[in-house]
């Protein structure tokens, strides 16, 4: 299989190059960056080196050193240990070694997988059914309560909390503050308007002190929006707190609580009932990623399956 690669190359990373295209094209990243003269293994001498195609010949890709095609041909042949598969190749080798029905892969092995289809079926290998495995976060009692406040998924996590404060506050808030409080200032004016021509009729000078009345109404009527402005920054200052509270536990950095935080700190703070509960909620494929709430003593109950965005989704 290096021998082929190298007589071949860059065919198979040619054929990533294209699926990738086609993913990105789609909307999904692309795991794997091709190169469209790249070799899919390494050299093995003083590290691994990095080969690209030049013509007839290979380069190191670090040194620049061009290397006959016949030389590397010959050292696949006779000392095939000399190499060693990259990224892409590795795979298709190990399906060649040991033929594999089902891999169970994690979120980033997923993710390239989805562009090795075109390199197994190169080199006519059966590509096996990838299958995701068991993925799920840990809610803790204080977390879960402010996501039932906020009535959030965890997709919705996956947005700066900036963001997510915005909508939220924009949801509390009465839709026609605004418009009522300057509703309020007009009829103010209409209505000291119609009372200075009143007041007017019977004393001229009264006229002022009507304009003056207008005046101090509405000048409370400012305090009033000022003071709800206020109370608006600091429920937002609150809510955006809370936030980054909550998207730190279960999305940190946008990334899935499993990606990040390890299973110490729970087990230390909720007791060795943290792994029973895992286990328990592991009953096959990871097609869905639950919250399974955890509690003191390491009870727990999952949740309804939350899709999360993750690197898996291609």
Known sequence: MIRRELEEAPRTSAAILQISQALRAAGYPAQIEARSNGVNCFLLR??????????????????GELVPAATLARLAQESPERFSPNVALRPVVQDTLFPTLAYVAGPGELAYFAQLRPVYQAFGVPMPAIVPRATLSLLEPRIAQLL???????????????????????????????????????GVEAIFGRVGEAVAAVDPTLRATAGQASGHIKGHLEQLEKKAVQALKRREADTGQQLRR?????????????RV?????YIAKYGFGVVDVVRGQIDGPGWDHPLVAVAPGGQGERRPAATAPTEATA
């Open 261 to 265: 935080y390890p299973v110490v700190p």
């Open 148 to 186: 039932d406040r906020f009535q959030l998924s965890l997709s919705d996590l996956a947005a700066e909390p900036e963001q997510l404060a915005s909508r939220i506050l924009q949801k509390q808030l009465p839709p026609d503050l605004e418009a009522t409080l300057a509703d309020a200032r007009r």
């Open 246 to 258: 909550l998207r730190d536990a279960l999305m940190p950095s946008g990334k899935l609580q499993e």
């Open 46 to 63: 003083e590290g691994r080196r990095a080969l690209t195609r030049d013509g007839d010949g290979f380069r190191l890709r670090d040194s």
